[in-house]
Nanobody
């Protein structure tokens, strides 16, 4: 399995970025893809997730109404459209995918078998 992110960068507060996550190597269609982020000195947090089979989604409260996750199944790519960016959104953003779901969610389990991308830096200046 390969998970490859792209699309990070530097943007001013209020601006927008779109992250992409290309996933390959999954045999079955029902798996979770999630975006996580980690800022310096902070724990990793789940941002948004999508279930590949039915498109059901999850958003952290901190990004609701600003971020939108979507999936192009033909391209095996998930997008995270981030609008209204704030300085507190600054972090390294990671994409993860797994057949196993975190209990009661549409997010990857983030267990030992979860596949992670290399991360992409998002910096929002004030």
């Amino acid at each position: 399995v390969q998970v490859v992110e792209s699309g990070g960068g530097l943007v001013q507060a209020g601006g927008s970025l779109r992250l992409s996550c290309a996933v390959s190597g999954f045999t079955f269609d029902d798996y979770a893809i999630g975006w996580f982020r980690q800022a310096p000195g902070k724990e990793r947090e789940g941002v948004s997730c999508i279930r590949r089979s039915d498109g059901s989604t999850y958003y952290a409260d901190s990004v609701k109404e600003r971020f939108t996750i979507s999936s192009d199944n033909a391209k095996n790519t998930v997008y995270l459209q981030m609008n209204g960016l704030k300085p507190e959104d600054t972090a390294v953003y990671y994409c993860a995918a797994d057949y196993l779901f975190a209990y009661g969610t549409n997010c990857p389990s983030t267990g030992v078998n979860t596949d992670w991308g290399q991360g992409t830096q998002v910096t929002v200046s004030s």
